[in-house]
Structure formats: structure tokens, C-alpha cells
């Protein structure tokens, strides 16, 4: 168990609908991230928070959005969903600035159908 | 932009053999982080390397930072079926609000 909690760990539905996949990170850790790996390909960045605030996008795409909440949790918000929107979601966190490198959870699966 | 190329893309060994992989940049770092992803899970730190010309061991494991310090490599001796995943390499330059960039990964399968 890394410390890095995410749920659900397998979603389907269908296109066009909205999911919300969450993450509390490991206890103390300030920085969360998400990373989206599709089949065959590498970890894509989307996003980080730290503390509660925006702090890094990446390959994030308008449809989708995410937030960090006082209690550290976050949530990645997925909408108008399309085929291709199909991954594995990754929450990752760190203390601050990830000098020590991330600590990632078992991700959440992501079937669009 | 950065390039970060990682090969081999993949490797088909035999139980007991080992590997070796490697990843370099066309950029400089400060840090080269590896990790594992076994199937179905999330990406492990296996080593961290935070010093040019550095090697260092974690088991059967062996990395090096690369003297130029745009590149890193990765062995694995006596390989056994628990090695099976993904290896990525991850280099940081530890610049501001630097998000962590992985490489493309090296898929290990060993054949029975």
C-alpha cells in the first residue's frame, strides 16, 4: 500500500457522460498530481496542486478539470467523455516540489463505451 | 522542448539472464529517478540518482547517472519472473515547479 488512495479502481460508462475520479494522497504530502496512461503509451501529465491551489498544467484537456480540497483530497472531473478519453488515471503525491520523486496510486481504469 | 528517448521499448528474456536498459536527453538534469510499473498497478520509485557520474545499488539492481548528466542506465542481474513490468525513467532538473516528465517506458516480459 503506497499511501496514495484512488476510487473508484474500474469505471465504465458511456460516451458524453461525466465521471469524477478521487485521490487522497499520502498523509503529510502537499502536492498532488494526475497522470493519465493510455494503452501503449506513457504517463501523460494533466495537472498538480499543492496546497489547495493550481500550480502545474500539462496535456489537460478542456473537457476535464480537477481541484484540491482543504482536507488535501483531490478530485479529476471527466466530462463529455469519448472513446479515446479510455486510461488508466494515476493520482500521485509528494511532500512539496517532488524533489525526492512521487508517490503514485493504483490508478483508476477508465472504460468509455 | 525536452527529448527523452528510453530503450529498448522492449525486452524478451530468460529467467536468470540480465538486462539493461537506458534512457538519454537531449537536456541536462540534476535527478534521474527510476521506476517500476507492475501490471495493473501504479508506477514504484526503484532508485533516485541526485549526483553526475553517481552509481548506485537497490538489491539486483544497479543505475548510473551519466557524466554528461543527460543520461542514466539501468540494470537488473539474475533477472526472476517478479521483474516482469514496466521500467521508467524519470529526470528532474530541479528547477521551480518542475512537474516530473517519464520516459516511454521498458517493457520487461521473461520467457518461461
Known amino acids: 500500500d503506497s499511501g496514495v488512495t484512488q476510487t473508484p479502481k474500474h469505471l465504465i460508462t458511456a460516451t458524453g457522460q461525466r465521471v469524477t475520479l478521487r485521490c487522497s494522497p499520502r498523509s503529510g504530502d502537499l502536492s498532488v498530481y494526475w497522470y493519465q496512461q493510455s494503452l501503449d503509451q506513457g504517463l501523460q501529465f494533466l495537472i498538480q496542486y499543492y496546497n489547495g491551489e493550481e500550480r502545474a498544467k500539462g496535456n489537460i484537456l478542456e473537457r476535464f478539470s480537477a481541484q484540491q480540497f482543504p482536507d488535501l483530497h483531490s478530485e479529476l472531473n471527466l466530462s463529455s467523455l469519448e472513446l479515446g478519453d479510455s486510461a488508466l488515471y494515476f493520482c500521485?503525491?509528494?511532500?512539496?516540489?517532488?524533489?525526492?520523486?512521487?508517490?503514485f496510486g493504483s490508478g483508476t481504469r477508465l472504460t468509455v463505451v | 522542448g525536452q527529448q527523452l528517448n528510453q530503450s529498448p521499448q522492449s525486452m524478451f528474456i530468460q529467467e536468470g539472464e540480465d538486462v539493461s536498459m537506458n534512457c538519454t536527453s537531449s537536456s541536462i538534469f540534476n535527478t534521474w529517478l527510476w521506476y517500476k510499473q507492475d501490471p495493473g498497478e501504479g508506477p514504484v520509485l526503484l532508485i533516485a540518482?541526485?549526483?553526475?557520474?553517481e552509481l548506485t545499488s537497490n538489491g539486483r539492481l544497479t543505475a548510473q547517472f551519466g557524466i554528461t548528466r543527460k543520461d542514466s542506465f539501468l540494470n537488473i542481474s539474475a533477472s526472476i519472473p517478479s521483474d516482469v513490468g514496466i521500467y521508467f525513467c524519470a529526470p528532474r532538473a530541479n528547477f521551480g515547479n518542475e512537474k516530473l516528465t517519464f520516459g516511454t517506458g521498458t517493457r520487461l516480459t521473461i520467457i518461461p
Open positions: 500521485a503525491s509528494s511532500p512539496s516540489d517532488g524533489l525526492y520523486g512521487y508517490t
Open positions: 540518482l541526485y549526483k553526475a557520474g
